[in-house]
């Protein structure tokens, strides 16, 4: 039996655009990674943790967060959330309770 989890609809205070990512081949016979707009979505964002790095003389940022939307197919690792100048990569997508109501997506954003 599935503890069906519930979400009050005023935290879904975000709204957020989903981009799928898309490769294109450029006329060096490379390829080059684009995303494409596909839907807009209203969601819940809790930062879960931070992670400072260094990179080439660089001190790189990641931002975990855990994105809550209203069940939707088709969503998958590779797929972003932007809202503003703001990019959450998916990392992770699942039904936290099976029950197609909801998705849990865990986000890293890069600073």
């Avoid at 080059?32 to 930062?47: L, R, S």
């Avoid at 080439?56 to 998958?76: N, Y």
Wanted: hydrophobic letters at 30%; charged letters at 30%.
């Amino acid at each position: 039996m599935n503890k069906q989890k519930t979400y009050d609809a005023g935290r879904f205070n975000r709204q957020l655009t989903i981009e799928n990512e898309i490769e294109l081949s450029d006329e060096l016979g490379g390829f080059y990674t684009h995303y494409e707009a596909q839907d807009t979505v209203w969601a819940h964002i809790c930062p879960v943790r931070a992670i400072n790095s260094n990179e080439a003389d660089t001190t790189v940022t990641e931002i975990s967060h855990k994105i809550t939307i209203r069940f939707r197919p088709g969503l998958v690792k590779d797929t972003r959330f932007v809202t503003g100048n703001r990019r959450f990569y998916v990392e992770t997508v699942r039904d936290p309770d099976e029950t197609r109501r909801y998705l849990e997506c865990d986000c890293v954003e890069r600073a």
